[in-house]
């Protein structure tokens, strides 16, 4: 690969890091208001499909993107976008921690007990969700390599399909869980939340599924990749 391709390479994957890491970090802070989409009549656990959280909405993201790095720039790449989107959440609790204990002035805009309502449950919510998310990206990883080595780089639809979908589960039950534990949702929600939430991510993962074909083969033809071939930039 020549060097001006190496530099391309390198500035793409830098924008993608920073998509990553402003989806997770986003997600984490908006979680507290909930919304629904009701495509489907009946309930499940007492949870109509769908009522989600708005922080839902970018989470998918992490997924496609960490699978696009998974396949374009190794597995190494793909581990250190989740590790400084892990540094940068936590990063978001000090700052959340500092500002709570500001004091407001008179005429501020958001006096302290408006700002505390939103976002007091947030260093918790990142806590939880952080654990979660560490356990689901590294399984989606990791499954995403297992498929990708297994079908010597085919078949990008099954090893995507089928880490995203296992991560996702993890990710669900685990931060639904954790969030129950700490008093933030009450458990008489919790089944019909993790389902909820995990039917809405496996049919957007399905849907995404045409675009990260996209995405590597646009990848493929620019630098000029054989398929299962990865791009070295660390």
């Known amino acids: 690969m020549k060097s001006q391709q190496r530099q391309l390479a390198a ?8 998509l990553f890491i402003t989806s997770l970090v986003v997600s984490n802070l908006i979680f507290q208001k909930f919304f629904f989409w009701y495509p489907f ?11 989600l959280s708005v922080g839902i909405l970018p989470y998918p993201l992490t997924f496609l993107i960490t699978d696009l790095i998974s396949e374009i720039y190794g597995k190494k790449a793909a581990n250190k976008v ?3 989107g892990i ?3 936590f990063f978001s609790i000090g700052i959340l921690f500092l500002a709570n204990h500001v004091p407001a002035i008179e005429n501020s805009p958001v006096d ?4 505390e309502k939103v976002f007091s449950l947030s260093p918790l919510a990142v806590f939880a969700s952080m654990i979660a998310y560490l356990i689901a990206q590294f399984v989606d990883i990791r499954i995403y390599h297992f498929w990708k080595k297994l079908t010597k780089g085919r078949l990008l639809w099954l ?3 089928f880490s995203t979908f296992a991560s996702q589960f993890l990710d669900t039950f685990s931060v639904i869980m ?12 919790f089944f019909g939340l993790v389902l909820s939430g995990f039917i809405f991510k496996i049919i957007v993962a399905a ?3 045409p675009l990260l074909y996209l995405f590597v083969w646009l990848f493929r033809k620019k630098f000029e990749l054989e398929i299962g071939e990865e791009i070295s930039i660390l």
């Open 11 to 18: 500035k793409i994957y830098l924008y993608l890091a920073a």
């Open 41 to 51: 009549q009946g309930e499940v656990f007492g949870i109509r499909l769908f009522e």
């Open 82 to 84: 989740v590790m400084a």
């Open 87 to 89: 540094f940068a959440s």
């Open 112 to 115: 302290d007990g408006t700002f």
């Open 159 to 161: 090893r995507n399909n």
């Open 178 to 189: 954790l969030l129950s534990i700490f008093g933030i949702l009450p458990w008489n929600l």
């Open 207 to 209: 849907l995404d599924t």
